[in-house]
DNA sequence: TAGATTGTTAATCGATTAACAATC
DNA sequence: TAGATTGTTAATCGATTAACAATC
C-alpha cells in the first residue's frame, strides 16, 4: 500500500480492471503480464511495475490468478464499500447519469437529485424525485453523501459549490465545463465533454492516431 | 507546424483554449505565460514550451496577444471548420448529447441519430429524427460523416462497428465501455465515464487530492 | 534606455522499457 | 528438473522545470 501513485498509474487501473472483468467472463482462470500486455496493447514490464506497486499479486513461473487479481483491484479501486452521491442538476445529463444502471451496479448509489427549476422539480427519474436545490444544504447535513455529481451549466455552479464545500463533501465528480476551486480535502474529478471533442477533432485535423 | 505533439500537450490545448476565451470574455487583451500559469495552475515554462510546439505567438516584454493567441489555438484545434456527426443510440446518451448545444456551437454539427429500437425510432431529437440502424450504410455512403458517436452498450458495438470501418469513417467519439479494434486511419477518442468514477473512488479511498 | 518577457537550450525529474536473478 | 514468469534493479526515454541570452 505504497504512497505516491502516479496519476497515469491510477488512470490504468480502471482498465486492468474491466480487462480481468472480462477474462473471469470468459472463464480464463490465469494470465501472464505477457499475454495481458498483448491483449491491453501494453508492455509486460509496465503491467509487472504497475501491479507491484501495490503488492506482490502474482507467481513465477505461473502468472496472475485472474480472479485474486481482479478482486485485489477491485479493493485498491475503493470499491469494496458502497457511494452515495447525490446529482447536482436535474436536466438531460443529469436524468442520464441517474438512469445509467451501471454506476449502481459498482456500488454507486444515486441518492437524489436537485435542480432549480421549477419545470424539473417533482419528477420522478427512477423512482428519485428531483428536489429543489434550496434544500440542499439540510440535505447534506441530514444525509451522509459521498460524492456530488455536478451536471449544472457553469454559470451556475457558483451558486452551489460553497454549500458543497462547507458541508465538507469528499468528492465532486464534475460535468460542468470549468474548473473548480476547492480545498484540498475535496477530490475533484473532472469530465470535461467539450475538451474531449477537441482534442478529438485537433487528431483529426492532424490525421494522427496517437490515440488515448 | 510540428509533428509529434505528444498526448500530454494535446490534452492541455483545449484547456488553454477555454483560458483564453475567458480572458477574451473578460476583456483582457494581453497575458503574460507567468500570469496565465498561476491562473491554470501549471508553470509559466511549460505554456511556453506548449506554444512553441506549434509557433511563436508571444512578443518579448509584451507576453501574448490573447485575441490571436486564442484564435491561433482554434485553429490548432482544427476548429475553424465544421464537423458532420451522427450518433448512434438514441437513449438517453445519445439524446443528452444531440440535445448539448456546446458542441453545435463550436461547429460540431449532428446531422443524425441512429437506433434499432423499434419504440424510439421516429422520436424527433432537436428536429433530428431517430432513424433505424439499418439504414447506416446507405446514410454513411450518401452523405458527408466525420465523427460517428458510440452511445449504445458495449454488446452492442459490434453491430455496428465494422459498416462505419467499411464507410471509412474518421473519428470516433466512444462512449461505449469497450476498447475498440481499429484500423490506424480511424481517430477514436474515449469517454469512458465508469473508468473516471473508478478513479475517483480510488482517490477517495486513499484520501489524496492529485487531481487531474 | 531599462524592464519585462519571450523562445530555447540545458538540467532535472519521472515514467516506461529492458534485463535478469529469484523461484514457482 | 526444466521452463516459465514474476519481482525488481538498471537503462532509457520523454516530459517538465530551470535558466538565460535575445529582444521587444
Redesign the interface.
Known amino acids: 500500500m505504497d ?1 505516491d ?1 502516479s ?1 497515469a498509474v ?2 490504468r ?3 486492468y ?2 480487462y480481468l472483468g472480462d477474462l473471469l467472463e470468459h472463464g480464463i482462470t490465469r494470465i501472464s503480464s505477457n499475454d495481458l500486455a498483448r491483449r491491453m ?1 501494453l508492455t509486460a514490464s509496465q503491467i509487472r511495475q504497475d501491479l507491484n506497486k501495490f503488492g506482490c499479486f502474482g507467481q513465477q513461473g505461473y502468472g496472475y490468478n485472474v480472479e485474486l487479481l481482479y478482486d485485489e483491484i477491485k479493493s ?4 469494496q ?1 458502497t ?1 452515495n452521491l447525490i446529482i447536482i442538476g436535474g436536466g ?2 443529469g ?3 441517474a ?2 444502471s ?2 449502481q451496479k ?1 456500488g ?1 448509489k444515486f441518492t437524489a437529485i436537485f435542480d432549480k427549476n421549477p419545470r424539473l422539480i417533482g419528477i420522478k427519474i427512477r423512482g428519485l424525485e428531483i428536489m429543489d436545490i434550496s434544500g440542499l444544504d439540510a440535505y447534506l447535513k441530514n444525509n451522509s453523501v ?2 456530488a455529481v455536478l451536471a449544472l451549466p457553469k454559470a451556475n455552479v457558483s451558486e452551489v459549490l460553497p454549500t458543497l464545500i462547507r458541508n465538507n463533501i ?2 465532486i ?1 464534475n460535468f460542468s ?1 470549468v ?1 473548480l476551486k476547492t480545498p ?29
Chains 1, 2 share one sequence.
Request: hydrophobic share 35%; proline share 2%; net charge positive.
Open positions: 504512497k501513485i496519476i491510477i488512470k487501473l480502471p482498465r480492471y474491466r496493447n485498491i479501486l475503493g470499491l464499500r457511494y438531460n445529463l436524468q442520464t447519469l438512469n445509467y451501471n454506476f459498482r454507486f459521498d460524492i469528499s468528492g465528480w465545463h474548473d484540498d480535502s475535496i477530490t475533484v474529478e473532472n469530465v470535461h465533454l467539450t475538451d474531449s471533442l477537441l482534442t478529438l477533432s485537433y487528431r483529426l485535423s492532424r490525421n494522427g492516431k496517437d490515440s488515448l
